[in-house]
């Protein structure tokens, strides 16, 4: 058994389709866990389209989105992700950050609301289901697929996620901030032992006291809390749109330099994992 992860959106904030930024990507977060047949998905930033797109090609009609918090850069794609418009597909949608605020299935409805967008959510042909739940609960997804949370640091609020199958474990842990020299106990406990960590490197620690209190944290930070916490592999990622890509190059050597187990997340990049750890990183095509 292998668990697939792919990258589909790795920007935060903002989508930065630019010329400059085409190596590492421009599209907002939005990751796919493949385990045997069932889909998951991590956010809906705007790299949710062209995951839409690639799962109507494969005839896939079952999905699941796990969401972080609800800010636009991990929404604004759901409107334009395929599957909603196709009445033979089922979708559901988790949150854990917002069942004393109306719940996910509000937020999202609310983005479609006119005049900000011509098709309201009612509209929508897919079978489509919402669950909300508390940051830090634990449950089962069927077929031996366990998933734990943790709550994060973020305005708003968020959620971090631990995805577990037969000894492989993936860990979401985006949009978060630290305080510097006192690692987040929730997130060493949510993270221990994962083969892979995806987490929130928006800023270098040089940048972040410029950034104190916006809620996410640096790419140094991650490297310390997976030391720490002994994970496999370290997914930088939520670049900031200001950093092009060759900043992120630099980025890219400075951490491995720090630890050779963080890597820098591309849009495309695809990562398999099986029960000893990562089994390979493979192509960077959509």
Request: negative net charge; hydrophobic residues 40%.
């Amino acid at each position: 058994m292998t668990m697939r992860v792919k990258f589909w959106g790795v920007r935060g904030s903002i989508a930065t389709p630019s010329a400059d930024h085409m190596k590492y990507g421009g599209n907002t977060s939005c990751v796919e866990i493949v385990i045997n047949d069932r889909i998951i998905i991590l956010d809906a930033g705007t790299g949710v389209r062209l995951l839409g797109d690639c799962l109507m090609r494969r005839g896939i009609k079952d999905f699941l989105f796990l969401q972080s918090h609800t800010h636009w850069d991990h929404i604004n794609g759901f409107p334009f992700f395929a599957p909603i418009y196709n009445a033979d597909v089922n979708i559901k949608v988790m949150a854990g950050h917002l069942c004393e605020l109306g719940g996910i299935k509000k937020v999202l409805s609310s983005q479609m609301c006119q005049p900000t967008f011509p098709v309201p959510f009612a509209e929508l042909a897919a079978k489509l289901s919402f669950e909300d739940f508390k940051a830090g609960a634990s449950f089962s997804l069927g077929d031996g697929i366990h998933v734990r949370t943790a709550p994060l640091k973020h305005p708003d609020g968020g959620t971090g996620y631990r995805i577990e199958h037969e000894g492989v474990s993936v860990c979401y842990v985006t949009d978060t901030e630290h305080v510097i020299g006192h690692p987040d106990q929730d997130i060493l406990d949510l993270i221990e032992g994962a083969d892979l960590v995806i987490y929130d490197s928006t800023y270098t620690d040089a940048e972040y006291p410029s950034y104190k209190g916006w809620g996410h944290s640096t790419w140094q930070e991650g490297v310390r809390l997976c030391r720490a916490a002994g994970v496999g592999q370290l997914a930088i990622f939520h670049h900031d749109p200001s950093h092009d890509d060759v900043f992120m190059d630099g980025v890219a050597l400075a951490a491995h330099d720090m630890w050779p187990n963080a890597f820098v997340a591309r849009e495309g990049m695809t990562i398999e994992l099986d029960a000893v750890g990562q089994t390979d990183r493979v192509s960077m095509a959509l």
